[in-house]
Each structure stands twice: as structure tokens, then as C-alpha cells.
């Protein structure tokens, strides 16, 4: 059922894309007797405060969003930082609240904003036991506007392409903690046209935040620090859009983070080739030009033979990198340095991958292969690693961030390991 409308007090639902999953009274319908009297219904999603008409109704023009590690990824704030802490340890000092004006790009009919946010100071006296309490927070949040009234889901894939950033960032799953849309209201007739209200988006995820009892401060891979939010948004939402089957691949791995070894080696290896194969779209063994003309060489030369064997060759001579020089020129893309000290060694990182993906598409069998998961575990993660700095390198970081990021705890320590899984086969 597309739309189902409800209540719940005062506030208005709107369900969407429900299914049936338990009912009563069912069997006796079918026999013509009694009526179904319950039924449970599952939506995909749900609106809290709006009733739409249909799903495709254009009422939205803006949302809002919050996800894990926003904030600190920013290295923006409210208060003055330099001041109050020394890393995450307080000097002692004390400072008030500022403004920091938010940062805005325009993406086509959108604009694309980030805002820090903070609540009022909520002071409490309590005389008699001779206490005076203040406590405030703050937080960070992305806004997308649009020029014109959309769908519901009309923001839905620029509001995971900036999730997936802060996943490549933060080299964690980042989780979305609140997603709101924002509706102009039509009612005229109770004084509020005009009004601009947010309706909250509410349904499950694939990855879903979990509490958590002790917060460390993150260690990223870059930050808003490296790169202007101006600069760094359209470049990632360009390269999103040219890689984004490989990306989605790519970050599937984070958001979902259990399942075999083995399956979550060949994703990797998937995401490793589509990548390539968005971002280098005209890398060939030969130049097209010279190509053809060998082509037509080889067909003119078999004129004699039998059809099949002409169209045998037509069909079987490609002009295609084969897996391992897409992954050897994969591997180039990035900072040298920072790629070697990941690979280690670039031509035996690639054949590993190559045979690994081989035998894990084709479900081959090598003799000298055991039960052991813990070389594909870090043959898995040392790539994983390297396509986050070639993500990087496309979007113009440079050496130095490059470099820095290799020194991030669980890439150094995977390369450590790949390292020693190296020179014990060399044994």
C-alpha cells in the first residue's frame, strides 16, 4: 500500500510503502465468513506531521541532517576551543558562546549548507543548597535547500553521497542521527501560509547508530581543515556521481561490517574494478587509432577461414586493460609514497587481488591453500585502504594529507600485518 494516513495524539503520519505482516481473521474471510479484524502493517518509511497526498507529492524544499562525527570533523564551534581544552583534557579556562556563520555551496537547484548549532544555556538556581548550575551543547548539521518543491525522496541520494563522505573522512561507518525535511505550509485558513516546518523521517537503516559508553576523539583522514567545504562538497559530489556503483560497493563494507571473509574480498575487489573503470574510461593497451587498424589487419588476414573463426576473433580480440594493470594503474593514482607504505609492494598486491578475486568468482580451488581467513582478511583491508586514498587523490588533497592518513591506527596496523603475511610466504 503506497500511502496509509494515521494519528497518534496530535500528531500526523504518513506511511509509506507498506506491507502486511500479520493478520487475523483471514482464514475466515477466504470462507466467506467473518471479516479480517487485525491487521499489522510494516511502512518503509514514515513522516511525522505531514499527510501526504502521494508519494510523489513536490512539498518539500529543504531537509536536514545529522550524522556521526559531524561535528569534530568540521573542527568548528560555538566556543572557543583554543581556550578550553588542550587535545580532549580542560585548561580550566572559561569562555561564552560566539556565532560561526554557516558555510554554504551551490550543487544545480540546491544549496548545500553547514551549520554548528547550539542550544540556549540552561541555567539552574538552587539557593538553598547554595548551587547555581549552567549546561549547554552544540552540534553540528548539513541543510539542502532546493529552489523549487520536491519529493519526499527527492534529497535522498545527496543525503548519502554526504554521509559517504564522512565515512571516507572519518574511516568509520558514520550513521545518520536525524533526518528531517522542511515543508511550507498552505493551510491559509489557520493564519500559518508560508510557515516553514520540519517533518521528521523516521525508518530503518542499514546501518543504525549504536550507543556507545566511551567516545575517543575520531582520527580522520582529512578535514574540513585540509579542504574548504566550498571546494571539497562539489568535488566529492562530482566524483560520487562518476564512481558511485564502486562507491556504493566501496562503503557497503563499512555500513555493514559483519559477513565471510571471503565475500567481503570479492566486494572489494568489485569496487576496486568499477572505480578504475569510472574514473579511467579510456585506459587502454593500445591507442584506439592503432587498434582498429591491427584489428582490420587480422580480419583481412583470415579472409579464407570459416566465418565462425573470423567472428571468433572479431568478437574475442578486446581492447580492454586486463584486472591486473587496472589495479597496477590503480595504484598509481595516489601519492606514491603513501601507496607503498600501505601495498608495500604494488605488482604482488595486484596479483594477490587478481587471484583472489579469480578464485572466489569462479569458485576455484588452490591446492596450496588452507582454511586459514587471515590473509584475505588483510589483502581485504590494505585494499580497502588504498582506494580511500585514491578517493582522496581524486578530490585534490594532496602529498602531505595523503602521507598522514597512512599514519591512521587501522591502516597502519593492517599494513603492518599485510607486511608480515609478505614476508612469511617469502619464508
Known amino acids: 500500500m503506497e500511502i496509509i494516513h494515521g494519528e497518534a495524539g496530535t500528531e500526523r503520519f504518513t506511511l509509506l510503502d507498506s506491507h502486511t505482516t500479520d493478520w487475523l481473521g483471514i482464514f475466515a474471510a477466504a470462507l466467506g465468513g467473518k471479516q479480517i479484524h487485525q491487521q499489522d502493517w510494516a511502512p518503509t518509511v514514515a513522516l511525522r506531521g505531514i499527510h501526504l497526498a502521494s508519494a510523489s507529492e513536490p512539498v518539500f524544499v529543504g531537509a536536514r541532517l545529522q550524522f556521526e562525527r559531524l561535528l569534530h570533523w568540521t573542527d568548528r564551534s560555538t566556543l572557543d576551543l583554543a581556550l578550553l581544552l588542550d587535545g580532549d583534557k580542560a585548561k580550566g579556562q572559561q569562555v561564552g558562546r560566539r556565532e560561526v556563520a554557516p558555510l554554504i555551496v551551490d550543487h544545480g537547484q540546491l544549496k548545500i549548507g553547514l551549520h554548528i548549532r547550539g542550544d540556549q544555556f540552561d541555567i539552574k538556581h538552587r539557593p538553598v543548597s547554595n548551587r547555581r548550575s549552567l549546561k549547554a551543547s552544540e552540534w553540528a548539521e548539513l ?10 525522496d527527492a534529497f535522498d541520494t545527496i543525503s548519502k553521497d554526504m554521509q559517504d563522505l564522512l ?15 522542511i515543508v511550507t505550509d498552505r493551510d491559509s485558513g ?12 523516521m525508518g530503518r537503516q542499514v546501518y543504525r547508530t549504536a550507543p556507545r559508553d566511551r567516545e575517543p576523539l575520531p582520527k580522520y583522514l582529512f578535514t574540513l581543515n585540509d579542504m574548504a567545504f566550498d571546494e571539497l562538497v562539489p568535488k566529492w559530489l562530482a566524483l560520487k556521481e ?10 557497503g563494507l563499512r555500513y555493514i561490517s559483519t559477513g565471510y571473509i571471503g565475500a567481503r574480498l570479492l566486494g572489494v ?7 578504475h ?3 579511467c574510461p579510456t585506459s587502454t593497451p593500445l591507442p584506439k587509432a592503432q587498434y582498429k587498424a591491427l584489428k582490420r ?4 588476414a583470415l579472409e579464407d577461414e570459416p566465418e565462425e573463426i573470423r567472428d571468433f576473433v572479431n568478437k574475442g580480440l578486446r581492447n580492454h586493460p586486463t584486472y591486473l594493470n587496472r589495479m597496477l594503474d590503480l595504484a598509481s593514482i595516489p601519492d606514491a609514497q603513501a601507496a607503498d607504505r600501505v601495498l608495500h609492494d604494488r605488482t604482488r598486491w595486484a596479483t594477490m587481488l587478481k587471484n583472489a578475486r579469480n578464485d572466489l568468482a569462479h569458485a576455484n580451488e588452490r591446492s596450496d591453500e588452507d582454511d586459514d581467513p587471515t590473509p584475505a582478511l588483510w589483502l581485504l583491508e590494505v585494499t580497502y585502504a588504498l582506494l580511500c586514498l585514491v578517493l582522496m587523490a581524486k578530490l585534490g588533497l594532496d602529498a602531505a594529507v ?3 592518513a597512512v599514519d591512521h591506527p587501522r591502516i597502519a596496523w593492517a599494513a603492518m600485518q599485510y607486511r608480515k603475511l609478505l614476508a612469511a610466504s617469502d619464508e
Open 143 to 152: 541543510s539542502i535547500d532546493s529552489s523549487a518543491p520536491v519529493p519526499y
Open 167 to 181: 565515512t571516507l573522512a572519518s574511516y568509520e561507518p558514520c550513521g545518520s542521527l536525524r533526518r528531517t525535511l
Open 190 to 201: 489557520a493564519g500559518r501560509a508560508g510557515y516553514r516546518r520540519e517533518v521528521e523521517v
Open 242 to 251: 562518476t564512481a558511485r556503483m564502486g562507491c556504493n560497493i566501496l562503503f
Open 269 to 275: 575487489a568489485t569496487a576496486a574494478e568499477s572505480i
Open 277 to 279: 573503470a569510472a574514473l
Open 297 to 300: 589487419k587480422l580480419l583481412a
Open 402 to 404: 595523503q602521507r598522514a
